[in-house]
């Protein structure tokens, strides 16, 4: 376990173990974050602060999940990254560059994307329309992204002319990735891409999602389901009340008998003590 203030604790995909080593001084930096946020305070309404100085790294090629209780501010940390919370203190750099408080359409250009929890498809456009809307930045390389999308995601080749409101619950969750996918972002921010879904459909996502991001991809993922959260991704994050509450790798923190006990549920122990 680590802390995940410490910017220190620098891993990799390719080195997950790397989090070990990394007490103060003792790790040297080789790349620079694609995405770091620092001491973010971020709130809704004036005077109530959501984000309480949370701190998050993704490095280049990693899977981030970020777990943590409802209401903890995982959407509203996502929101703020992208530019639909205000951050009242802290930054935002994607790759070296400030980023903070940029509007989302330039988060896009910059190389952002962004699936929020809910509404993230226009229903009444077709599969292959809500395609060119996620590319409406950059119309010209529709045919080469849509190529790329469509070997991803062949059911939404297969029906590109179906209405997005008629899809399955899993379905839309594809065509939404697929759409912020359009723009071959740098980073792609996922609120709850399982949510709602049934096991198998919450395991082909998870799946889904592993397979972006090993094609090249880094991605900042909010997961309810939070232990398979931490089977997929290289690092995690549990937020609660608007900070970091724990930080290590997916293992470190499913292992771990606090995050266990306080995040992970402890329901077959309950159950036993119950009998
Ligand atoms: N638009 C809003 N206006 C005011 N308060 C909001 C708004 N959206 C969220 N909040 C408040 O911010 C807090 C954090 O909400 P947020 O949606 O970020 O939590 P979360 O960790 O994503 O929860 P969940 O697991 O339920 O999705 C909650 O107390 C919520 O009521
Ligand atoms: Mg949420």
């Not at 590109?160 to 939404?176: D, F, I, N, T, Y």
């Not at 990735?177 to 996502?205: F, H, I, N, W, Y």
Request: hydrophobic share 35%; with cysteine.
């Amino acid at each position: 376990m680590t802390d995940a203030t410490d910017p220190t604790n620098a891993s990799s995909a390719s080195s997950p173990e790397a989090t070990h080593a990394t007490q103060a001084g003792t790790a040297t930096l080789e790349r620079e974050p694609v995405l770091s946020a620092k001491n973010l305070v971020a709130g809704y309404l004036p005077g109530v602060n959501i984000l309480n100085g949370c701190d998050l790294d993704c490095y280049p090629g990693e899977l981030i999940g970020i777990i943590g209780p409802n209401g903890a501010g995982k959407s509203t940390l996502l929101k703020a990254l992208f530019g639909l919370v205000s951050i009242r203190e802290g930054s935002v750099t994607l790759q070296g560059e400030d980023i903070t408080n940029l509007k989302a359409n330039k988060l896009v250009q910059a190389g952002v994307g962004f699936v929020p929890q809910t509404n993230n498809v226009f229903p009444s456009l077709s599969i292959e329309e809500n395609l060119q809307m996620g590319l409406y930045l950059r119309p010209r390389k529709f045919a080469e992204r849509l190529e790329v999308i469509y070997d991803l995601f062949p059911v939404l080749g297969q029906r590109k002319g179906q209405r997005a409101g008629s899809l399955s619950g899993g379905e839309r969750q594809s065509m939404a990735m697929a759409r912020a996918l359009m723009m071959d972002p740098k980073v792609l921010l996922l609120d709850e891409p399982s949510a709602g879904l049934s096991p198998v459909r919450q395991d082909e996502t998870f799946i889904r999602t592993r397979r972006i991001n090993k094609a090249g991809v880094s991605i900042v993922m909010v997961e309810q389901n939070a232990r398979r959260c931490l089977q997929i991704c290289d690092r995690g994050y549990v937020l609660d009340q608007g900070k970091n509450a724990y930080s290590g790798t997916g293992k470190e923190l499913a292992d771990d008998p606090k995050v266990i006990e306080l995040y992970l549920g402890t329901l077959a122990k309950d159950v036993d003590s119950a009998r």
